[in-house]
């Protein structure tokens, strides 16, 4: 036990010099305890008694110290590293008065471009130039007249890009977009105009488009963006035309819905950011299905 106590003692001591110091401590008790049983039990081996006892004391004393050194060294370190330099998530999610607030519409931006609203009036046919440098946009148009309202794109050829983007007969109000799918003849530089009455014409930035709310709804054609996540959304229709749901989202068009006339049903939609191009002459809603 004496010797137990001597050498538990002496390694004791050489770890508490150590980053283990905390192991130190730990043999310098042990040696403490069996270097005082066998100092009781006076055996003949008191000597080695007496040595593993104070042994133990000094290892459980400088383990102490040392324990203390090396917990505030690294205490240091990484108050001191870059990781504890860094902002708070509070702090980070206000950001000062000074700083500029990120654009949400950056990346509609960055993907259709952007340039100053143009309004156009008239009566009857005409033509409408769109913004130089406008590839896409969305245009809210309105009809008074009783017979055919038809708007076209146009390329400088004044060759039909693929874009219809409203054709029908009688009082017209709504929204739709061009230059979204990427499929046609070249980008749109005019609007064609095919009216008998009263119309209105507002050529804007697909980022001016509001965001589609989910469960929500509206009347008649109209263009959003979306910035959520992917999912399954039930449609209704009360139209008894065409309706028609389009997201754009890539090089690929999402045609989740193609019917005629008044509509129920669920289809998978894709994430954004997005565009959604919706066309109906009724009330439709759309919710998570």
Do not use: C
Request: no cysteine.
């Amino acid at each position: 036990m004496a010797l137990t106590a001597v050498i538990l003692g002496a390694v004791g001591v050489i770890f508490s010099f150590t980053p283990a110091a905390g192991f130190g401590i730990f043999l310098g008790v042990v040696a403490l305890i069996l270097g005082v049983i066998a100092l009781i039990r006076k055996t003949s081996a008191r000597g080695l008694s007496l040595i593993g006892t104070i042994l133990g004391a000094v290892a459980i004393v400088l383990g102490i110290i040392f324990n203390v050194v090396y917990s505030n060294g690294t205490s240091s370190t990484v108050d001191e590293s870059p990781a504890a330099n860094q902002p708070s998530k509070s702090s980070a999610a206000s950001p000062s008065k000074s700083e500029p607030a990120a654009n949400p519409n950056a990346a509609y931006d960055s993907a259709y471009g952007t340039f100053a609203p143009v309004t156009k009036t008239g009566t009857g046919d005409s033509v409408i130039a769109i913004p130089a440098g406008a590839t896409a946009g969305i245009v809210t148009a309105q009809h008074n007249g009783s017979s055919n309202f038809v708007l076209s794109v146009l390329d400088s050829a004044n060759q039909p890009t693929g874009d219809l983007l409203v054709n029908t007969i009688g009082p017209y109000k709504g929204v739709t977009g061009f230059g979204l799918s990427g499929i046609g003849s070249g980008a749109g530089t005019n609007i064609k105009v095919s009216a008998d009455g009263d119309w209105s014409v507002v050529i804007a930035p697909i980022s001016s488009a509001p965001t589609l709310v989910v469960p929500g709804g509206a009347t008649g054609d109209q263009v959003y963006k979306y910035d959520g996540a992917a999912g399954n959304w039930a449609f209704s229709n009360t139209g008894q035309s065409n309706f028609v749901v389009v997201q754009y989202s890539g090089s690929i068009p999402n045609l989740a819905i193609n019917e005629i006339g008044a509509y129920n049903g669920t289809v998978p939609m894709l994430a954004g950011p997005s565009v959604i191009v919706v066309q109906s002459d009724g009330a439709w809603t759309v919710k998570p299905g």
